[in-house]
């Protein structure tokens, strides 16, 4: 019986030494420090991304496509508007007569007056839907200014499908459009812009000989994004 008491201290010693370790080495481990200072770290070698007083980093900047952009972002440059050897890129809404009408054009200028425009629409009716490519060229002055006019006209092909109502197969149609429209500058690579054309779409009608014309008023609003790729 005298030698239990000595062997439970000695069991007792190791287990209290351990106990008394294990708040330092959880303080040296502890994940949310190393990450803290990992953090840090990486905050101190990278410049432009300041470290926050949690240790975090901070967002990065927005950096503009055009550097020149970011000091003034809404002023255009003095003088007529520099459209040679620029590419526009213009999404838009509106519609094609009395239906709604998707867009998208992507507009080269060659030189200062002339562009090339290639376009495709997508128009949704209740009892058919229809898509349509075309190629226009549009005819400029460039003026000093936010305001810039221009004119358009182009050929094109539209793709009617019928509903679901009808067993018909697609048809397809040629079209010839004509018109202008207006762009409003907000910065030197974005204006607002506003188109409106006739269109003349031409096709058959059953029990007639012969081509028939049918007439929309085809009406866009659309952002157009300019970009240079001068040579």
């Known amino acids: 019986m005298s030698g239990a008491p000595v062997t439970l201290r000695k069991a007792a010693l190791p287990i209290a030494l351990l106990c008394a370790m294990a708040p330092r080495a959880h303080a040296q481990d502890s994940p949310s420090d190393s990450t803290a200072v990992a953090v840090a770290d990486t905050a101190a070698a990278v410049p432009w991304i300041p470290a926050t007083a949690s240790g975090?980093?901070?967002?990065?900047?927005?950096?503009?496509?055009?550097?020149?952009?970011?000091?003034?972002?809404?002023?255009?440059?003095?003088?007529?508007?520099?459209?040679?050897?620029r590419l526009s890129f213009s999404p838009g809404y509106g519609s094609f007569g009395s239906e709604t009408m998707f867009t998208a054009r992507i507009a080269y200028y060659p030189n200062t007056w002339l562009g090339y425009e290639g376009a495709?629409?997508?128009?949704?009716?209740?009892?058919?839907?229809?898509?349509?490519?075309?190629?226009s060229l549009l005819l400029r002055a460039p003026f000093p200014g936010r305001f810039q006019p221009y004119a358009a006209g182009g050929y094109g092909m539209m793709l009617v499908f019928p509903g679901l109502a009808v067993n018909a197969d697609p048809v397809t149609?040629?079209?010839?459009?004509?018109?202008?429209?207006?762009?409003?500058?907000?910065?030197?690579?974005?204006?607002?812009?506003?188109?409106?054309?006739?269109?003349?779409?031409?096709?058959?009608?059953?029990?007639?000989?012969?081509?028939?014309?049918?007439?929309?008023?085809?009406?866009?609003?659309?952002?157009?994004?300019?970009?240079?790729?001068?040579?």
């Not at 950096?63 to 020149?68: C, D, F, M, R, T």
């Not at 003349?200 to 994004?225: C, D, K, P, W």
């Open 56 to 85: 975090k980093p901070a967002k990065a900047p927005l950096i503009a496509l055009e550097p020149e952009i970011a000091a003034h972002p809404y002023q255009v440059d003095p003088g007529p508007r520099p459209y040679q050897h």
């Open 173 to 231: 149609k040629n079209l010839l459009n004509i018109g202008g429209g207006l762009e409003v500058f907000i910065r030197n690579d974005l204006a607002l812009r506003a188109d409106v054309r006739h269109s003349t779409v031409f096709g058959s009608q059953r029990n007639m000989e012969g081509l028939v014309t049918y007439n929309y008023l085809q009406q866009t609003i659309a952002l157009a994004f300019y970009r240079s790729v001068a040579p």
């Open 120 to 135: 495709i629409s997508h128009t949704s009716g209740q009892s058919a839907h229809a898509v349509t490519n075309s190629l």
